[in-house]
């Protein structure tokens, strides 16, 4: 339940006024040292987070533990603290988020050494809440980060040279102590929250404010129920007295017993009250058991309100889904060449695909020579052509030693070269003779196991036949795609002379005016402000030049006549103008539609995709129909029985428009 607390404390203090020790106190927020496992404490530490340490600080303690040292004053403080509440509506990550705008937005996150944990806890007297809070520690310091200082001179006064230069510490911040300051900080944390909220699209907030603020809110707005229930005294800190299992249970009776009382007044069993000598602390349990109480029906009266919010906008958005349902379907010249753009671009990126596709297997797709040389090697486990290539590279060697050897013959200064090239000879001879061998061998095996070989072959031949039709259909494929670039590209070509806002196809629209039509598609005219004048009525369009449309006149092409309006003392005078007002979306005004139905209810939004989808369905369904039939003329169809309408028709109706090709 979305709740507020805020809380700004310069150095936590001890029941007797004391200050407490500083590393102690981070100890306590970060489950550390004495308090890594407290008793009778069911509450999780969820997370730890630390920034601006020093070099000089190992850890977070590290640094807490040097500010408390250096706490030279016993009223000095070390840090300040902000404890403030989170919320179970949003997740870890999201709270956290929250903190870190926190301490981006007041500095923190940049100036001070800060360290923060996250408590998580079942709620002490609503089991199925969690109080969830956190634990924010700073330094008051306002570091330099291009004036590194040691310990020893971190935690002094700021003070600086006759030359204004700084010779110690760092200045201390006073962002943080006025009584405005924490209203500001408490406003924004606030703010931050409900942010949160508004991003999540839940219809909670929380307020900073006192309860007489946010009473005199609600009773500026007319909610009498909600503002009296804040019409009381806040509820008392209890402190740690609840920890006690006899006082917590005293305050659990007590508000079970309150709950009851107030149901017994709600059914009209009102009992006097006697009037008894309560303790200080029975009177702040009976209040606290109070607010309990109240704040439980705030809530109850707080989700009646939504979900009477919640049923009232879906019976309107039922409503208006109808509605939509019923609008006209209007498609023009652009929308066909929109449609026509789409798949054009969608055939050439699949042809481009098919035709890769092709060309990196058609170098799978082997001649008769190389089929008959992969069955070779197949036969004799990958030998047969190495050893054919490696006995031809051996053979253009000795061919070229052989040539250079009697050019070095009866030479003095050649005999070293002609003995280096002699034993190369030799050499290579003796590998050629090996390799040979083994071919010979080869050539003996493939004859003596003919049917061996040629069981390999016609399978490989087998293998490429299927990559070559394979190949056949990729190659297929492409063509068509391809060719039917070119068709819609043809059609496209023509298309694109005509006037984009032609109607070429409409249902559902009246041939005369009526008020239920829309303007642009868009806005009812019967939302717009109207006059009437000589029993026609007239709905205005545009105010700052006095346009109009009349009811009752006829729809041409989707579109209706204009009239100015100019009035006089006592007289209107009405013109009929050579402008037309149109009466569904053109292709500039689709992008603000869109973006208005991304902030309906679902209901709508889904009556709007179903529109869309058939809208897109018969786009999609004339624009093949126009590409796949060769002909100079295609007639509108009627509405979804596909009857032709003869052009006697068209033109009584004047709804239509025919197309050329």
């Known amino acids: 339940m979305a709740h507020y607390y805020f809380e700004n404390t310069p150095h936590g203090k001890r029941k007797d006024g004391t200050k407490l020790n500083t590393a102690t106190h981070f100890d306590y927020i970060s489950r550390e040292g004495d ?71 007041t500095g923190i996150k940049d100036n001070h050494v800060y360290s923060y944990a996250i408590h998580d806890k079942t709620a002490a007297f609503s089991k199925e809440h969690r109080n969830i809070h956190c634990h924010l520690m700073f330094n008051e310091k306002i570091i330099e980060k291009n004036r590194p200082l040691e310990p020893d001179m971190y935690f002094k006064n700021y003070a600086q040279n006759k030359f204004g230069e700084p010779t110690k510490g760092y200045r201390s911040s006073t962002q943080f102590t006025s009584k405005q300051a924490t209203h500001d900080l408490r406003k924004l944390f606030a703010n931050i929250i409900n942010d949160k909220f508004q991003e999540k699209g839940l219809d909670i907030s929380i307020s900073e404010k006192s309860l007489k603020a946010q009473r005199q809110e609600l009773l500026n707005q007319g909610k009498m129920e909600e503002a009296e229930l804040l019409n009381r005294t806040p509820a008392p800190h209890l402190g740690n007295a609840y920890k006690n299992p006899a006082i917590l249970e005293r305050i659990m009776e007590k508000i079970d017993e309150t709950d009851a009382k107030a149901d017994e007044a709600a059914d009209g069993f009102i009992e006097q009250e006697k009037e008894e000598n309560l303790s200080i602390q029975e009177q702040k349990i009976q209040l606290f058991a109070n607010d309990v109480v109240i704040r439980q029906v705030a809530k109850q009266i707080q989700q009646e309100r939504l979900r009477l919010k919640k049923e009232q906008q879906a019976k309107k958005a039922i409503a208006e889904a109808e509605e939509i349902k019923q609008e006209a379907m209007i498609i023009t010249t652009g929308d066909i060449c929109k449609h026509l753009d789409t798949k054009i671009n969608e055939f050439e990126e699949k042809a481009a695909e098919n035709l890769a596709v092709f060309k990196a297997a058609q170098k799978n797709i082997l001649n008769e020579q190389h089929l008959e040389l992969l069955a070779k090697d197949k036969m004799f486990n990958d030998n047969y052509s190495k050893d054919i290539k490696q006995y031809d590279k051996i053979s253009k060697e000795l061919k070229q030693i ?205 009556a709007y995709r179903q529109r869309q989808t058939s809208i897109t369905d018969k786009i999609s369904k004339i624009a093949d129909h126009i590409v796949n039939n060769d002909i100079k003329q295609t007639q509108a169809k009627w509405q979804e029985n596909e009857q032709t309408t003869d052009k006697t028709k068209l033109a009584e109706k004047k709804m239509y428009n025919e197309w050329s090709l």
């Not at 706490?71 to 997740?91: C, D, H, S, V």
Request: aromatic share 8%.
């Open 402 to 606: 052989n040539s250079i050897l009697p050019t070095l013959y009866g030479k003095a200064d050649k005999i070293k070269e002609l003995s280096s090239l002699s034993k190369k000879s030799q050499e290579l001879s003796s590998s050629r003779t090996k390799i040979g061998k083994r071919i010979s061998a080869y050539k003996i095996e493939l004859t003596t196991n003919h049917e061996k070989y040629t069981s390999i072959l016609n399978q490989l031949k087998k293998e490429n036949e299927d990559a070559i039709s394979k190949n056949k259909i990729l190659y297929a494929r492409y063509k068509y795609d391809m060719l039917q670039v070119q068709k819609y590209k043809t059609v496209l070509d023509k298309l694109s002379k005509e006037d984009k806002n032609t109607i070429i196809f409409s249902d559902k629209i009246s041939s005369k005016l009526e008020h239920k039509n829309k303007l642009n598609g868009i806005t009812p005219l019967k939302d717009l402000p109207s006059i009437t004048n000589n029993n026609n009525t007239y709905f205005i369009i545009d105010k700052n030049n006095n346009k109009a449309v009349k009811i009752g006149d006829d729809i041409a092409q989707g579109k209706v006549p204009v009239y100015y309006l100019k009035t006089n003392d006592t007289k209107i005078s009405i013109q009929k103008s050579n402008e037309f007002a149109f009466l569904y979306a053109r292709k500039e005004q689709i992008s603000n539609t869109s973006q208005r139905k991304l902030n309906e209810h679902p209901i709508i939004q889904e």
């Open 35 to 105: 308090y890594t496992n407290m008793k009778n404490r069911q509450e999780d530490l969820k997370i730890t987070s630390f920034g601006n340490l020093p070099e000089w600080a190992d850890n977070p303690r590290d640094f807490w533990e040097n500010a408390e040292k250096h706490r030279n004053k016993p009223n000095g403080r070390a840090y300040r603290e902000f404890k403030f509440a989170l919320q179970e509506e949003l997740t870890l990550e999201e709270n956290i988020q929250c903190i870190e705008k926190f301490l981006k937005e």
